[in-house]
């Protein structure tokens, strides 16, 4: 019973009475021109040519289903009352022809059935009342409607079983068509093998971006919790036998909080409204310009970082492509944010220009592949100190890796010997400057 008078059933009449409803302006317009050809007759006085007009409005419908924003619409109204899961329908308007042919057949299954059930509402419960109530009404036995049915001479208790037979017929009728035009809804407005391309290229992009914000948020905010509380541990520690060092440790934490604010502002406003080239964001810190503050904030933490810095042919790191001098710093601040978290004693860095592989792409002005290569290596925390254990898989590794692998190069991270090492390459081929 709840198959049939359910309120799933009843969603499914109230879409099929809709598409009766927008059936009925092809339906009077095609009364009229079969009432023009017949001859000038009314054609809603004769069933015959209804039904004709019936039949020669369902092309018209076909071809109209071909432009504008039907199968949307459809989709929407299949969601809504049918009981359709929302990933077997197509999103938008359909862009191929063979989209468009199953959206005019949808249409016109729509509302052919609509029409037929529509009337069939409105016919049949007036008439299964009359019937019922035709024991108890006298005067209705005397209605004459040509099918013998109310004269003197019919049983008038039989009257009742008929409008309920009716009713029943109009109820089984309704779920009938709900259902088939359900289980057709998928075939009919399911996307096709471009709809699904193009929605796993928008989730490839979605995806990346999001990915790309959670490495720009773990990088700036993460590093910049790690330093700032071994900065306060460290100053907390000296501050009653060096209070200079304090003073050093508190300017470091005012300076690596106002950066971090300052960054975090630009990637919120990614979120806000993806605009990477907002005049008011901060630019993006690089080995050119921020390498040497981020190590005078982590040295100002109390660990000890030693940087050999060779440059080579480029002449300076204001000389790398500026997105390779953008990845590298990042990668040196997660390796340093590492260190602070899970290691004990002197951090080594080490970042030079060196020549390629034979695999690196060469530029178009120098013949000669190069590559950025970034190694540090320290200690690790004793099993009793009060570190994180390294686990050599954590988000910021990966996304090191992530970062690396845009531009073409590797990172590799973990025990070498007695220390822990990072090392990352990037080619230097190509980039933007």
């Given at each position: ?163 309920i037979g009716l009713l029943a017929g109009l109820v089984l009728c309704a779920a009938g068509s709900g259902w088939l035009l359900a289980r057709t809804a998928p075939v009919l407005l399911g996307p096709t093998p471009a709809d699904r ?237």
């Amino acid at each position: 019973m709840n198959r049939l008078l359910g309120a799933r059933a009843r969603w499914r009449w109230v879409h099929q009475i809709l598409g009766g409803a927008l059936l009925m302006p092809y339906f009077l317009l095609m009364q009229v021109v079969v009432g023009v050809v017949a001859g000038g007759v009314n054609a809603l006085d004769s069933a015959p040519l209804s039904l004709l007009a019936y039949a020669l409005c369902l092309p018209l419908v076909a071809a109209t289903a071909l432009f504008g924003p039907v199968r949307p619409m459809s989709v929407a109204a299949v969601r809504a009352m049918c009981g359709v899961p929302g990933e077997a329908l197509a999103d938008g308007p359909a862009t191929s022809w063979a989209a468009r042919g199953r959206a005019s057949a949808w249409w016109t299954l729509h509302l052919g059935t609509g029409a037929l059930i529509s009337g069939m509402t409105l016919a049949v419960p007036p008439m299964a009342v009359a019937l019922i109530a035709v024991p108890f009404v006298g005067r209705l036995r005397d209605v004459r409607l040509g099918y013998g049915w109310f004269t003197t001479d019919a049983n008038p208790y039989a009257a009742p079983l008929v409008g309920i037979g009716l009713l029943a017929g109009l109820v089984l009728c309704a779920a009938g068509s709900g259902w088939l035009l359900a289980r057709t809804a998928p075939v009919l407005l399911g996307p096709t093998p471009a709809d699904r391309l193009a929605a796993a290229e928008e989730r490839a992009s979605d995806l990346a971006v999001r990915n790309r914000l959670a490495r720009e948020l773990h990088d700036a905010v993460g590093h910049a919790l790690s330093a700032v509380t071994l900065q306060a541990a460290a100053a907390r520690r000296m501050l009653e036998r060096d209070p200079e060092f304090v003073r050093e440790a508190l300017a470091a934490i005012e300076d690596t909080t106002r950066r971090t604010v300052g960054e975090l502002d630009a990637v919120l406003g990614l979120l806000r409204d993806g605009d990477p080239a907002r005049p008011d964001a901060a630019p993006a810190p690089t080995l050119a310009t921020d390498l040497d503050g981020l190590l005078a904030r982590t040295r100002a933490g109390g660990t000890t970082v030693t940087a050999h810095q060779d440059p080579g042919p480029v002449g300076g790191w204001a000389g790398l492509p500026a997105i390779a001098s953008r990845e590298a710093y990042r990668i040196v601040q997660e390796g340093l944010s590492n260190a602070l978290r899970h290691g004990a004693g002197p951090v080594d860095l080490r970042i030079r220009v060196r020549a390629g592989t034979a695999t690196a792409t060469a530029t178009a002005h120098d013949t000669a592949p190069r590559e950025l290569e970034i190694t540090m290596t320290n200690p690790p925390a004793a099993p009793d100190a009060d570190r994180e254990p390294r686990s050599g898989g954590g988000r910021g590794l990966r996304g090191a890796a992530e970062r690396a692998a845009l531009l073409g190069g590797s990172v590799e991270a973990g025990p070498r010997g007695d220390r822990w090492r990072l090392r990352a390459v990037l080619p230097l081929a190509g980039g933007d400057r």
